[in-house]
């Protein structure tokens, strides 16, 4: 059993920056494609970013793209979510979830194991 703890989440202005962790036990992190998802209040759970297994591929939602980066260290175990320029409509609990396939996939669905989440909320 993977276990995901998310860690980084929290309150910002307009325009500033926060970095999230993942940080994973129970499994062997570099099989696992890596995802970040978000949800917002009274909306559903949606991808953010993700990344391959061999860190060769990295996907990322429209509305972030240029503004967050998702990277791994597959020696410490951890994914990452590097945000900027955050804007008010990045609030939300945001995520982070392992894939046993190898497909980079958007889908929360196939996500086989989640963390707990964290807040991150950004005020204008």
């Known amino acids: 059993q993977v276990q995901l703890v998310e860690s980084g989440g929290g309150s910002v202005q307009a325009g500033g920056s926060l970095r999230l962790s993942c940080a994973t036990s129970?499994?062997?992190?570099?099989?696992?494609?890596m995802g970040w998802f978000r949800q917002a209040s009274g909306k559903e759970r949606e991808f953010v970013a993700g990344i391959r297994r061999s860190v060769q591929g990295t996907r990322y939602r429209d509305s972030v793209k240029g503004r967050f980066t998702i990277s791994r260290d597959n020696a410490k175990n951890t994914v990452y979510l590097q945000m900027n320029a955050l804007k008010p409509e990045d609030t939300a609990v945001y995520y982070c979830?392992?894939?046993?396939?190898?497909?980079?996939?958007?889908?929360?669905?196939?996500?086989?194991?989640w963390g707990q989440g964290t807040q991150v909320t950004v005020s204008s």
């Open positions: 129970g499994g062997t992190f570099s099989r696992y494609g």
């Open positions: 979830a392992a894939d046993r396939q190898l497909e980079l996939r958007t889908d929360a669905k196939f996500y086989d194991y």
